[in-house]
């Protein structure tokens, strides 16, 4: 059952999201499957790239956002989905043995206008490595129900 509802979400919440390492194997497994650029797949190729080694793929490090973010909030919360995800944006590269921590605030909440019991949020999420360097940000919506639903 949820624990979080539309009516508990306000504008300048911040949630952390825990945090956790990306292995080279990883990295590696992700690329070959998704996004088979050499500097995802190749870590002796990759030395030679302008990134001077391996890095996740974009994808990847979206992936992981979505993985904190759920483990560590939308499962307690009423979340009936997303209409989908804006400016994300890959700020730094993601190397192996890097460590991510999320976060994501609230920028509004605003209920259902044909009175339906939900409402949306609109929400900034981050994640940072182990230097405090921001790697990812995004922006995204989520429709979640209401008390009364």
């Given at each position: 059952?949820?624990?979080?509802?539309f009516?508990?979400?306000?504008?300048?919440?911040?949630?952390e999201?825990?945090?956790?390492?990306?292995?080279?194997?990883?990295?590696l497994?992700?690329?070959r499957?998704?996004?088979?650029q050499?500097?995802?797949t190749?870590?002796?190729?990759?030395?030679?790239?302008?990134?001077?080694?391996?890095?996740?793929?974009g994808?990847?490090?979206?992936a992981?956002?979505?993985?904190?973010l759920?483990?560590?909030?939308?499962?307690?919360?009423?979340?009936?989905?997303s209409?989908?995800?804006?400016?994300?944006r890959w700020?730094?590269?993601?190397?192996p043995?890097?460590?991510?921590?999320?976060?994501?605030?609230?920028?509004?909440?605003?209920?259902?206008?044909?009175?339906a019991?939900?409402?949306?949020?609109?929400t900034?999420?981050?994640?940072?490595?182990?230097?405090?360097?921001?790697?990812?940000?995004?922006?995204?919506?989520?429709?979640?129900?209401?008390?009364?639903?």
């Amino acid at each position: 059952m949820p624990t979080r509802f539309f009516e508990d979400y306000h504008p300048g919440d911040v949630y952390e999201l825990g945090a956790r390492e990306v292995g080279e194997a990883e990295i590696l497994a992700f690329g070959r499957a998704y996004d088979p650029q050499y500097f995802h797949t190749d870590p002796d190729a990759a030395k030679r790239s302008i990134w001077g080694g391996l890095v996740a793929s974009g994808w990847h490090t979206t992936a992981i956002f979505m993985r904190l973010l759920v483990d560590a909030h939308m499962k307690d919360s009423d979340s009936i989905g997303s209409p989908g995800v804006d400016e994300i944006r890959w700020l730094k590269p993601v190397r192996p043995g890097d460590r991510l921590s999320g976060r994501l605030t609230v920028l509004e909440a605003t209920p259902s206008k044909s009175g339906a019991a939900r409402g949306m949020i609109r929400t900034r999420g981050e994640l940072a490595n182990q230097h405090g360097e921001v790697v990812l940000s995004l922006k995204a919506m989520n429709l979640i129900g209401t008390r009364r639903a």
